[in-house]
């Protein structure tokens, strides 16, 4: 990890270099990337243009595309007749993990539950205002897509995120799409989440090729009306095609986490946060901390804690490029670099924490205090651990039942109110050359 001071270079400078190297919207083409474009399309590819390329593929071919993808992407042979997750794999999954993780699953997926109906929106009493009569309906959307990544992890908690808030919500339909492993088969512990979340239909599918299928549908996968869930820059890419044909839930990039702390702070905690961010390799970890004492202790736990991780050598290489350390004048310093980066994790370990917390502006979520890791808001507290990413946090929410709901206002105007505000509103129509918006009311007040 690279150690800075604030009074010696351009902190949010050299940051926003380092994300912009991460961004999803760099589209620049590697070695290997050249290489895999050339083989699947005959040619090589930008990220943009790969997306592009395989979304038109499936909206021209359906589920010959999807067989043609997953084997090319995934190594895996699938058949469009065994793309669809069968009820009974998803009851045999149970038997295939632990009592305590099934036990662990049922409680994270009843805290979401509870803390998801607490923010869902209620709708207000009808509104009147000079005879007018206003009301607003909430309705769920009715179909909805849930992307949950595979690869080296298996993520059980991004079908919780997801699917929760939108059974919460009403969601009709709710439908997984999630790559299988080298073996052909989906991890048990995402199949058990995914029973637990009572989602309805399950598909063996995953990247760029599992969101057009969701968008455009094909004679297998149902298309559907907004697409969710966490995914690599492809994926990403991806949903940013898909968006005006469907909804998306937002455009994010890698993981990341921005601690706040003071001379308070316990060393190994604040080092533990920065490695399990620097574990999804990549991911960015940065600590602002007014005080040396503590930068220099927290680097000595980052070399301990590494040293013992399973992961240890993706967490080094993580670090070593997007790691930082700044050490500030004061804890003011620090907060307006937090503002300023508008982080999707952070983490507040100082003494005075409802003086900082009442500065703080942006962030997807805040984890307040040394017992509160990013990993509760992870796994187990309740709030959708899909957050807004890249300092999209300043204009940006992260997931929640809302998200799944929409607004409808319902107006109702007597005759008399009509004639009462029916001079301002031709006014305004005429004004702006709509003399047929004029005419639908003349023709009512002037029988």
Known sequence: MKILKSQECDITREIEKLKQGMSIFADTVTKGMEAKTKEVFGEPLSPAESVKRVINDVKEKGDEALEYYSEKFEGVSLSAENIKIKTSEIEEAYNKVSPE??????????????????????????FHSKGAKIEVKYSAIENVGIYVPGGA???????????????????????????????????????????????DEVYMIGGVHAIAALTFGTKTVPGVDKIVGPGNQFVTLAKREAYGHVGIDMLA????????????ANHAYVASD????????????ILVTSSEEVANGVLQEVS?????????????????KFG???????MNEAIDISNTLAPEHLLVIVKNED???????????????PYTPVAVGDYYAGPSHVLPTSSTARFCSGLSVNDFLKRTSIMSYSEEVLKSASNDIITIAESEGLHAHANSVRIRVNK
Do not use: W
């Open 101 to 126: 993780l099934i036990s662990a699953i049922k409680n994270a997926k009843e805290n979401i539950r509870e803390f998801q109906e607490h923010i869902r929106i209620r709708e207000p009493g009808s």
């Open 324 to 330: 930082f350390i700044v050490i500030t004048e004061n």
């Open 355 to 369: 003086e900082v917390l009442s500065k703080l502006k942006h962030a997807g979520a805040i984890f307040a205090g």
């Open 253 to 264: 990039g890698p993981s990341e986490v921005l601690i706040v702390a003071d001379e308070s």
């Open 304 to 320: 301990r804690q590494t040293g013992t991780s399973a992961r240890s050598s993706l967490i080094e290489e993580s670090l070593d």
């Open 153 to 199: 992890a298996s993520y059980p908690s991004s079908v919780l995120m997801n699917a929760i808030p939108a059974k919460v919500a009403g969601v009709d339909k709710i439908v997984v799409v999630t790559p299988p492993g080298r073996d052909g088969a989906i991890s048990p512990e995402r199949l058990v989440a995914c029973g637990e979340a009572d989602v």
């Open 274 to 285: 920065l490695l399990s961010q620097a574990e999804h390799a990549p991911g960015i970890s």
